[in-house]
């Protein structure tokens, strides 16, 4: 069974500080995506970077980054020079088979609420 | 990004009426739409899986005669609540599958059943 494992309910960060927000995953498909999306308090899902699992290099997108360790199935994102709009709700999320297929749907962990300190 | 957008934003209704939750994908045709279902402060739990022209496939546990979802068209799924109670009370999340990976949500709907 697919399983997504985040073990930070909560942290607090100083503005401007790098944070990382932890993320495992447990998974017997060979080919997967990973997710992670942050949720502001208006509720709704922005979608901030992805991972394939054969992906060679570890994705970036502006601040943020993926820290991708293929062999203990962890995909941690690391948000560099943190801002106090980044204060939200982070998960992280797995799609078993990643493509095109219609049945690939997308699991969720239980999130970190992460707060920024000015 | 793409957007998907969802009708109404909050609705209250009471016990024993049905509600119906619109969710429309604006700039993309969506092949698949997914609901999902999150209880304060805690993750999205997938409902069902909504595919164009076919029945909802639905997730071990969810009623499908609770929950009815119809996705008539490639931008458009619904899903009603019927004989809403005050547990089906939740903040209730579509979201569109295009062509690429990636998954568009929409900005939910909460409910309330008084």
């Known amino acids: 069974a697919q399983k997504i494992t985040q073990t930070q309910p909560g942290m607090f960060v100083q503005e401007k500080e790098a944070v990382t927000l932890d993320c495992t995953y447990d998974?017997?498909?060979?080919?997967?995506?990973l997710f992670w999306y942050k949720q502001p308090s208006s509720g709704e899902m922005i979608f901030l970077i992805y991972?394939?699992?054969?992906?060679?290099q570890n994705a970036t997108e502006g601040r943020y980054s993926l820290n991708f360790q293929k062999a203990r199935k962890s995909a941690n994102l690391v948000i560099s020079a943190s801002q106090l709009g980044d204060s939200a709700m982070y998960f992280c999320a797995m799609r078993p088979k990643p493509g095109y297929s219609s049945a690939s749907k997308i699991i969720f962990g239980s999130g970190t609420r992460l707060s920024i300190r000015p | 990004g793409a957007v998907v957008s969802q009708h109404p934003s909050r609705v209250i209704c009471k016990s024993g009426t049905s509600v119906k939750i619109e969710c429309r994908s604006l700039?993309?045709?969506?092949?698949?739409m997914f609901w999902y279902r999150q209880f304060p402060k805690k993750s999205l739990m997938l409902m069902a899986t909504s595919n164009e022209g076919s029945k909802a496939t639905y997730e071990q546990g969810v009623e499908k005669d609770k929950f009815l979802i119809n996705h008539a068209s490639l931008t458009l799924s619904t899903l009603t609540v019927t004989s809403a109670h005050p547990e089906d009370s939740s903040f209730y999340i579509c979201?569109?599958?295009?062509?690429?990976?990636?998954?568009?949500f929409g900005p939910g709907t909460r409910l309330t059943v008084t």
């Open positions: 991972q394939g699992s054969y992906d060679q």
């Open positions: 998974t017997s498909d060979p080919s997967y995506g």
């Open positions: 700039d993309f045709q969506a092949t698949t």
């Open positions: 979201s569109a599958k295009g062509s690429s990976y990636e998954q568009y």
